[in-house]
């Protein structure tokens, strides 16, 4: 495979390093001039080494191949005898926020009978003055159940097993109403039904529960891992992506909502997540990525902050088994992580960083939107034209879009208005 040497940052000094990472206590890199020197994968070569010159060889050829490198190598494939006609149950439905949005808790059934593994999915969406009809609406899993994205007590309190923390009364693996709210800060509810915009979201523990359990609950104990999997059984990230995809399917049925404008959104771990259900879902209109970090936007290759040894060490479940073999050897990977951008062209996605994140490599996130342009030059769209980061708090770019927030590790109300925005100039509608 020929590789294209990255001169275009050479005003940064690459040094390579001397020997290769092999445990935990390696400790982490911050600093841009110990980057090593690397060389990506070329996006626009087949695995037989054709150059891919026009949308249709990338449609047909190239990006299917690019989908089947990160399936085989990296997130696990999805069963192939794996159901994707869930059942679903109204549970509740009722009018909220002043009567502004009407809210919606619907559970889906991964397996027949009333006691099989579900997710239970709340929906807000905007009626009266603020509603178009049908209204444009983002989806993203939450880390802590639904009733923690709202202070709306009508919002159910999850059953599913949950991490321990005993500062919101999560005890014995179990959410409490104590929670109710707490990841408010994150789910600007009100400001989305005042833009217009509906909002659909579920526990992403409903779908996988976040530990390394052997494939012995959520979806994973429907489908046990077989001795054939050739280590590309699916990780939870893949299967969280899944979810997402039959939570879009249930959205695709309500009349209230705009079925050609539903965006993926994520944070952190379900950055990465909402990437990889973008790139394996062109249902997606838009993919927004918020600090997804290491296995989400930031190269591979760099090096910078969390690496592969790193992530695959503390969350081995999230990947596939095969990804291991790319520990401290990332050179080796067919893939880095703006070919993941490049998989969800022509569609819009947004990739944003915060100045604090630097476990989740900012530059590295910035420059895989950069390196995704080749496939949106193929449809003639503009991404992100410029060769460094912008600013803090400036939001830049087209069709490929980035900012940089000032502050931590975290999705705020400034990172959800660029959204807004983003979504609101993409899907051309009035403000
Ligand atoms: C850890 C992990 C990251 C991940 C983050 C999160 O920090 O190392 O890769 O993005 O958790 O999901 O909160």
């Given at each position: 495979m020929k590789n294209m040497k990255l001169t275009m940052w050479c005003s940064v000094a690459f040094i390579l390093l001397a020997s290769r990472t092999t445990g935990q206590d390696v400790k982490t890199n911050y600093d841009e001039s110990q980057v090593p020197t690397y060389s990506l994968p070329e996006l626009l070569i087949t695995n037989a080494g054709t150059t891919v010159v026009n949308r249709r060889q990338w449609e047909r050829k190239r990006r299917l191949e690019v989908l089947d490198l990160f399936a085989a190598h990296m997130f696990g494939r999805v069963p192939n005898h794996v159901d994707n006609e869930l059942r679903f149950e109204v549970l509740e439905r009722g009018?909220?926020?002043?009567?502004?949005?009407?809210?919606?808790?619907?559970?889906?059934f991964f397996a027949p009978g009333r006691n099989a593994p579900a997710l239970d999915l709340l929906?807000?969406?905007?009626?009266?003055?603020?509603?178009?009809?049908?209204?444009?609406?983002?989806?993203g899993l939450n880390f802590m159940g639904n009733h923690t994205v709202t202070t709306d007590p009508m919002v159910d309190v999850t059953k599913s097993w949950v991490r321990n923390r005993t500062e919101i009364g999560y005890q014995n693996n179990q959410a409490s109403a104590a929670a109710r709210g707490v990841s408010a800060e994150r789910w600007p509810i009100q400001l989305l039904i005042e833009s217009g915009f509906g909002i659909a979201t579920a526990y992403y523990g409903d779908i996988d529960p976040?530990?390394?359990?052997?494939?012995?609950?959520?979806?994973?104990?429907?489908?046990?891992?077989?001795?054939?999997?050739?280590?590309?059984?699916?990780?939870?990230?893949?299967?969280w992506s899944w979810g997402l995809s039959r939570i879009l399917d249930y959205l695709q049925t309500i009349d209230a909502v705009n079925p050609k404008q539903i965006g993926v959104i994520g944070h952190s771990r379900l950055g990465k997540t909402s990437l990889w259900a973008g790139a394996t879902d062109p249902r997606f209109a838009v993919v927004i990525s918020n600090d997804s970090g290491c296995g989400g936007a930031a190269l591979s290759r760099r090096q910078l902050g969390e690496t592969v040894q790193r992530i695959n060490?503390?969350?081995p479940h999230w990947f596939c088994d095969k990804f291991q073999d790319y520990n401290a050897n990332e050179n080796a990977l067919p893939v880095d992580q703006h070919m993941l951008i490049a998989l969800i062209a022509p569609r819009p996605v947004y990739i944003a960083s915060a100045s604090e994140d630097l476990w989740a490599d900012p530059t590295g996130e910035f420059l895989s939107g950069r390196l995704a342009q080749p496939v949106y030059d193929l449809y003639g769209l503009a991404g992100l034209d410029m060769e460094v980061k912008p600013e803090p708090n400036e939001s830049v770019g087209d069709h490929v879009a980035y900012h940089l927030r000032e502050g931590k590790h975290n999705l705020l109300e400034y990172d959800w208005r660029q959204y807004?925005?983003?979504?609101?100039?993409?899907y051309a509608l009035k403000k």
């Open positions: 009018l909220t926020l002043q009567g502004s949005a009407r809210r919606l808790q619907v559970r889906l929906i807000y969406a905007p009626v009266g003055a603020n509603r178009r009809n049908p209204c444009p609406m983002f989806l976040d530990f390394d359990d052997g494939f012995m609950n959520g979806v994973h104990a429907l489908y046990p891992k077989g001795d054939d999997s050739n280590g590309q059984h699916w990780g939870s990230i893949a299967t060490t503390s969350f807004i925005k983003f979504a609101q100039r993409h």
